[in-house]
T-cell receptor
Framework: QQQVKQSPQSLIVQKGGISIINCAYENTAFDYFPWYQQFPGKGPALLIAIRPDVSEKKEGRFTISFNKSAKQFSLHIMDSQPGDSATYFCAASKETSGSRLTFGEGTQLTVNP | DAGVIQSPRHEVTEMGQEVTLRCKPISGHDYLFWYRQTMMRGLELLIYFNNNVPIDDSGMPEDRFSAKMPNASFSTLKIQPSEPRDSAVYFC?????????????FGNGTRLTVT
C-alpha cells in the first residue's frame, strides 16, 4: 500500500508542446505529493508539491492536477522547453509516517528543439 | 549556501572491500536521509536521521550496510563487505523540520561501482 506508480517511463515532446506525466497511489493516508526534477549527474530537486485539500496547483509553466477520488495526480509542463529535459519523479508521503517519502519510478522527458 | 556535499563523487572498488560514503548536510537542517538509486529499483530510502538519531532504517538492505551521524554536520554510509549488486548512485539529502514542512535537498550523489 506504499507504492506510487508513475507513467510513462519515457516521454518525447516537441518544443512548445505540453508534457504530461501521471502518477497513481494506493494509500489513501498519503497527504503530501511532491514532484522532483533530476538532471544528469545531479540529485533530484523539488519542483512543485500539492496537498489533497486542493485539486490544482500552478507555478509558472508547471501545474499539478490532483484527483483524490481516483487516487491520481499528474504533472503538466506547458510550453515545454529543451531545458526541461530531465527525469521527473512523483512522490508521496503521510505526515504521520514521519519523513518517509515514497518515489515513483521516474519519467525521462526529452524535449526536442 | 554550499548545499549538501557528498564525497567521493565516484568510487570503484572490488567485491569484498569496505566502502565509506560521506555526507555533509546543509547547516541548520535537522533531518538527514540516505537514498540509493538504480535503474531497476529507482530511488529507495535506506535510512534517515532526525537530530543525529536514526529514526527509520527499514530500508537498509542487510547487515552489510551501516550508517552513522556522529554530529549535525556529518554522516557516513558504510558497506562492508561490498558486493557487485551494491553498485548504484547513493544520495544524501537533508531537510529542515522534515519533508512535510520543507523540501529534500539532495547532494550530487556518489556513484559506486563494485567489480
Amino acid at each position: 500500500q506504499q507504492q506510487v506508480k508513475q507513467s510513462p517511463q519515457s516521454l518525447i515532446v516537441q518544443k512548445g508542446g505540453i508534457s504530461i506525466i501521471n502518477c497513481a497511489y494506493e494509500n489513501t493516508a498519503f497527504d503530501y505529493f511532491p514532484w522532483y526534477q533530476q538532471f544528469p549527474g545531479k540529485g533530484p530537486a523539488l519542483l512543485i508539491a500539492i496537498r489533497p485539500d486542493v485539486s490544482e496547483k500552478k507555478e509558472g509553466r508547471f501545474t499539478i492536477s490532483f484527483n483524490k477520488s481516483a487516487k491520481q495526480f499528474s504533472l503538466h509542463i506547458m510550453d515545454s522547453q529543451p531545458g526541461d529535459s530531465a527525469t521527473y519523479f512523483c512522490a508521496a508521503s503521510k505526515e504521520t509516517s514521519g519523513s518517509r517519502l515514497t518515489f515513483g519510478e521516474g519519467t525521462q522527458l526529452t524535449v526536442n528543439p | 549556501d554550499a548545499g549538501v556535499i557528498q564525497s567521493p563523487r565516484h568510487e570503484v572498488t572490488e567485491m569484498g572491500q569496505e566502502v565509506t560514503l560521506r555526507c555533509k548536510p546543509i547547516s541548520g537542517h535537522d533531518y538527514l536521509f540516505w537514498y540509493r538509486q538504480t535503474m531497476m529499483r529507482g530511488l529507495e530510502l535506506l535510512i534517515y536521521f532526525n537530530n543525529n538519531v536514526p529514526i527509520d532504517d527499514s530500508g537498509m538492505p542487510e547487515d552489510r550496510f551501516s550508517a552513522k551521524m556522529p554530529n549535525a554536520s556529518f554522516s557516513t554510509l558504510k558497506i562492508q563487505p561490498s558486493e557487485p549488486r551494491d553498485s548504484a548512485v547513493y544520495f544524501c539529502a537533508s531537510s529542515f523540520r522534515g519533508i512535510n514542512n520543507s523540501p529534500l535537498h539532495f547532494g550530487n550523489g556518489t556513484r559506486l561501482t563494485v567489480t
